[in-house]
């Protein structure tokens, strides 16, 4: 079956050369069951991995039904034990993340076998090496007597010719080496069984050959028992890669059995991932923000604001024609509504042109309002629409009347611009807030406040509209209007009953005593613009501002770059800390995969199931996260603001996230294969 002539094998470590086998000549036949001795480093093991490719040769040559292996690639090497070498090692090496059904059932998934056909045939393995009743414990779960059981049916799987056993009981105590070497005898029929031992004694009962080895050469070779010589034949290698069930078998497999890791490995990637978006969405908004008109809290692309030159007021009949709100003040204020302990702060408009009523319905009479939520999630459509058909009660003033107003619908709109809540529908409701819009902020400074006022609607005499617990508080406030102050002012205080619905301390910013906003389509701002600009009027149109003035520009790049650079920065030392732990991770599995190589699985096809391991797990939480970012899966109203990420943000995304994935994986694969099989199987052991 097998000869060996001249063949030699060297190691070099650390610049010495030594000596693994020196000449050896041998020739091996089916049926006969060799014991292999000698003092440790005798060559023993070399000798045993080279005879069945788990390492190469460096001179002379072997032959296998007098077919020269010589010439052998990694991939015949592969073929060939896979096919022809079945083995059992002292350390068992059998895969404890599997259980003893799938151990046994990886030799017979890779000759061809279908899952169900290799059960089949796994479960006889099983029961013939006494382990029916224990398939589905896990490798991890085993005894050591029952581990090398398992590897004995494994070896069996591959109906091979050759079984190469390396101290197949050096862990094991006498009565259960007794055992196994017993199992052993049965199952060596047909084959060339190859024991590497260092207590000859144990298998001295049914050895029929005996090996001594001193230095990397053969000292003795002692038959007990003749067996006939086989005629030599022609060696085929049918190279079939694994189909693509066996590769996602085995490397779902590998992902299902290995949970702690798995988990770790999906929280590494949801980390790398919800960086990414956080990141990416902060850049999106700074970037945004910088290009926006700031003075204004609400820059829908459907409104432009409208000034008298100097902040003078204007004739409003130049706006007749156009759709338009004069000092709509309560469009650029936050409000404050609570139900039941659960708050939301809103700004009023009625002019969102297009959206989905997802709970309740649209407004019919005058006090009735729905809320608009720009993409809301589930959680923010469930948690509003319990408060809907409730009343809302606004005092009105200086509290002499009030006014009800009732939430009768949830709706969803779009926009890349902002992510606030409106209010829509109740043209009254727009009425009263503009009534009583808070014309003041107020400044303190430890124990000295300060009212700022500003005056509307060109005012000469200042009025300051105050809740009246704020006034009780500060009886003896400074008022200030443009920075001078104010001796003379009428304060107007508001409060009595409970107000449910409130005004946010904080009003519009910069704003002109007189403005107008005008609602228009998009398509028609341009036009509008140029035609009042011709009649002596300011318009800006806030969604697409652009600030002319150089210094503003120069300090608004300069701000993008240093954001964008930190981020950046930022980024790639979570990817690099992510990127060390991974490997880590994963280099943990290596003998895993080693172990599968010693089975006959290929470099391609080994590739191939990490990629499956590796790409599925790192797909599937790059998705995740995405949904999870757009309130797809859990509603989190946390996330609101971060919902808003452009289509080149979710590009960019998917395309960083896969490119960092793909390069882990091949890189990782680079990384099996670095070494031979037996140094990968070994690690750091010395060769006996």
Same mark, same amino acid.
């Given at each position: 079956?097998?000869?060996?002539?001249?063949?030699?094998?060297?190691?070099?470590?650390?610049?010495?050369?030594?000596?693994?086998?020196?000449?050896?000549?041998?020739?091996?036949?089916?049926?006969?069951?060799?014991?292999?001795?000698?003092?440790?480093?005798?060559?023993?093991?070399?000798?045993?991995?080279?005879?069945?490719?788990?390492?190469?040769?460096?001179?002379?040559?072997?032959?296998?039904?007098?077919?020269?292996?010589?010439?052998?690639?990694?991939?015949?090497?592969?073929?060939?034990?896979?096919?022809?070498?079945?083995?059992?090692?002292?350390?068992?090496?059998?895969?404890?993340?599997?259980?003893?059904?799938?151990?046994?059932?990886?030799?017979?998934?890779?000759?061809?076998?279908?899952?169900?056909?290799?059960?089949?045939?796994?479960?006889?393995?099983?029961?013939?090496?006494?382990?029916?009743?224990?398939?589905?414990?896990?490798?991890?779960?085993?005894?050591?007597?029952?581990?090398?059981?398992?590897?004995?049916?494994?070896?069996?799987?591959?109906?091979?010719?050759?079984?190469?056993?390396?101290?197949?009981?050096?862990?094991?105590?006498?009565?259960?080496?007794?055992?196994?070497?017993?199992?052993?005898?049965?199952?060596?029929?047909?084959?060339?069984?190859?024991?590497?031992?260092?207590?000859?004694?144990?298998?001295?009962?049914?050895?029929?050959?005996?090996?001594?080895?001193?230095?990397?050469?053969?000292?003795?070779?002692?038959?007990?028992?003749?067996?006939?010589?086989?005629?030599?034949?022609?060696?085929?290698?049918?190279?079939?890669?694994?189909?693509?069930?066996?590769?996602?078998?085995?490397?779902?497999?590998?992902?299902?059995?290995?949970?702690?890791?798995?988990?770790?490995?999906?929280?590494?990637?949801?980390?790398?991932?919800?960086?990414?978006?956080?990141?990416?969405?902060?850049?999106?908004?700074?970037?945004?923000?910088?290009?926006?008109?700031?003075?204004?809290?609400?820059?829908?692309?459907?409104?432009?604001?409208?000034?008298?030159?100097?902040?003078?007021?204007?004739?409003?009949?130049?706006?007749?024609?156009?759709?338009?709100?004069?000092?709509?003040?309560?469009?650029?204020?936050?409000?404050?509504?609570?139900?039941?302990?659960?708050?939301?702060?809103?700004?009023?408009?009625?002019?969102?042109?297009?959206?989905?009523?997802?709970?309740?319905?649209?407004?019919?009479?005058?006090?009735?309002?729905?809320?608009?939520?720009?993409?809301?999630?589930?959680?923010?459509?469930?948690?509003?629409?319990?408060?809907?058909?409730?009343?809302?009660?606004?005092?009105?003033?200086?509290?002499?009347?009030?006014?009800?107003?009732?939430?009768?619908?949830?709706?969803?709109?779009?926009?890349?611009?902002?992510?606030?809540?409106?209010?829509?529908?109740?043209?009254?409701?727009?009425?009263?807030?503009?009534?009583?819009?808070?014309?003041?902020?107020?400044?303190?400074?430890?124990?000295?406040?300060?009212?700022?006022?500003?005056?509307?609607?060109?005012?000469?005499?200042?009025?300051?509209?105050?809740?009246?617990?704020?006034?009780?508080?500060?009886?003896?406030?400074?008022?200030?209007?443009?920075?001078?102050?104010?001796?003379?002012?009428?304060?107007?205080?508001?409060?009595?009953? /409970? $107000?449910?619905?409130?005004?946010?301390?904080?009003?519009? &910013? *910069? +704003?002109?005593?007189?403005?107008? %906003?005008? @609602?228009?389509?998009?398509? /028609? $701002?341009?036009?509008?613009?140029?035609?009042?600009?011709? &009649? *002596? +009027?300011?318009?800006?149109?806030? %969604?697409? @501002?652009?600030?002319?003035?150089?210094?503003?520009?120069?300090?608004?790049?300069?701000?993008?770059?240093?954001?964008?650079?930190?981020?950046?920065?930022?980024?790639?030392?979570?990817?690099?800390?992510?990127?060390?732990?991974?490997?880590?991770?994963?280099?943990?599995?290596?003998?895993?995969?080693?172990?599968?190589?010693?089975?006959?699985?290929?470099?391609?096809?080994?590739?191939?199931?990490?990629?499956?391991?590796?790409?599925?797990?790192?797909?599937?939480?790059?998705?995740?996260?995405?949904?999870?970012?757009?309130?797809?899966?859990?509603?989190?109203?946390?996330?609101?603001?971060?919902?808003?990420?452009?289509?080149?943000?979710?590009?960019?995304?998917?395309?960083?996230?896969?490119?960092?994935?793909?390069?882990?994986?091949?890189?990782?694969?680079?990384?099996?294969?670095?070494?031979?099989?037996?140094?990968?199987?070994?690690?750091?052991?010395?060769?006996?």
């Amino acid at each position: 079956m097998l000869e060996l002539k001249e063949v030699s094998k060297f190691y070099t470590s650390n610049g010495i050369t030594n000596i693994g086998l020196s000449n050896i000549n041998l020739k091996l036949h089916r049926n006969e069951i060799v014991a292999i001795t000698g003092e440790s480093g005798s060559g023993k093991s070399t000798l045993l991995n080279v005879i069945s490719k788990i390492d190469t040769f460096d001179e002379g040559e072997i032959y296998y039904y007098g077919n020269e292996t010589s010439y052998f690639s990694i991939s015949d090497m592969d073929d060939f034990r896979k096919n022809k070498v079945g083995f059992i090692f002292q350390n068992y090496n059998i895969l404890d993340s599997y259980t003893v059904l799938d151990n046994v059932m990886i030799p017979l998934l890779l000759k061809g076998l279908s899952k169900e056909d290799a059960k089949v045939e796994a479960m006889l393995l099983i029961k013939k090496v006494g382990l029916d009743g224990r398939e589905k414990h896990r490798g991890s779960k085993l005894s050591g007597g029952e581990k090398q059981r398992c590897v004995i049916a494994r070896a069996l799987a591959g109906d091979c010719d050759i079984l190469a056993c390396d101290e197949p009981t050096g862990n094991l105590d006498s009565q259960t080496a007794l055992e196994i070497i017993k199992l052993i005898k049965e199952v060596a029929k047909d084959k060339l069984v190859l024991i590497v031992t260092h207590n000859y004694p144990e298998v001295e009962g049914i050895a029929t050959r005996l090996l001594k080895m001193s230095d990397g050469k053969i000292v003795e070779d002692i038959t007990f028992e003749q067996v006939p010589c086989e005629e030599n034949k022609e060696l085929k290698f049918s190279f079939q890669p694994l189909n693509k069930k066996v590769i996602w078998s085995l490397g779902l497999t590998n992902i299902l059995r290995t949970p702690k890791k798995t988990f770790l490995v999906c929280l590494i990637y949801f980390i790398i991932s919800f960086c990414f978006l956080f990141v990416a969405q902060y850049l999106s908004s700074t970037i945004r923000s910088s290009e926006s008109y700031s003075d204004f809290s609400n820059t829908f692309d459907n409104r432009l604001f409208v000034y008298g030159k100097n902040g003078a007021s204007f004739d409003a009949d130049l706006l007749s024609g156009y759709n338009y709100e004069l000092n709509d003040f309560a469009t650029e204020l936050s409000y404050y509504y609570k139900f039941n302990n659960n708050s939301l702060n809103f700004c009023y408009a009625d002019n969102i042109d297009e959206y989905k009523l997802v709970a309740g319905t649209i407004p019919k009479k005058e006090n009735e309002f729905i809320l608009l939520f720009n993409s809301p999630s589930k959680l923010t459509i469930q948690t509003n629409a319990k408060n809907i058909g409730t009343e809302i009660v606004f005092e009105v003033n200086n509290g002499s009347g009030y006014e009800r107003f009732k939430l009768v619908g949830i709706g969803s709109y779009k926009s890349n611009n902002t992510s606030e809540v409106f209010a829509s529908g109740c043209k009254r409701l727009q009425k009263v807030l503009n009534k009583v819009t808070p014309n003041y902020y107020l400044e303190q400074n430890g124990h000295k406040r300060e009212i700022y006022l500003s005056l509307v609607n060109g005012d000469t005499s200042p009025r300051l509209i105050i809740p009246s617990k704020m006034y009780e508080e500060n009886p003896n406030i400074s008022l200030f209007t443009d920075m001078y102050k104010m001796n003379d002012c009428e304060v107007i205080t508001y409060g009595g009953e /409970k $107000v449910y619905l409130e005004l946010s301390v904080d009003g519009p &910013s *910069n +704003l002109d005593p007189y403005f107008a %906003s005008i @609602y228009s389509s998009k398509s /028609k $701002v341009k036009k509008i613009m140029d035609d009042l600009t011709e &009649s *002596n +009027l300011k318009v800006v149109y806030p %969604s697409e @501002y652009k600030d002319e003035n150089a210094l503003n520009k120069l300090l608004t790049e300069i701000l993008i770059i240093i954001s964008v650079g930190s981020v950046s920065a930022y980024l790639i030392g979570i990817f690099f800390i992510c990127y060390v732990i991974l490997s880590r991770i994963y280099r943990s599995r290596v003998k895993d995969y080693a172990i599968l190589r010693t089975l006959g699985v290929t470099k391609k096809d080994m590739s191939k199931i990490v990629n499956v391991e590796m790409i599925v797990i790192g797909y599937s939480i790059i998705l995740f996260t995405y949904l999870l970012f757009n309130g797809l899966i859990f509603a989190v109203d946390a996330l609101t603001f971060l919902r808003q990420i452009g289509l080149l943000t979710v590009i960019l995304y998917f395309f960083v996230m896969i490119v960092f994935t793909t390069s882990m994986s091949k890189r990782f694969n680079k990384r099996v294969f670095m070494f031979t099989v037996r140094e990968s199987v070994r690690g750091d052991e010395d060769d006996d």
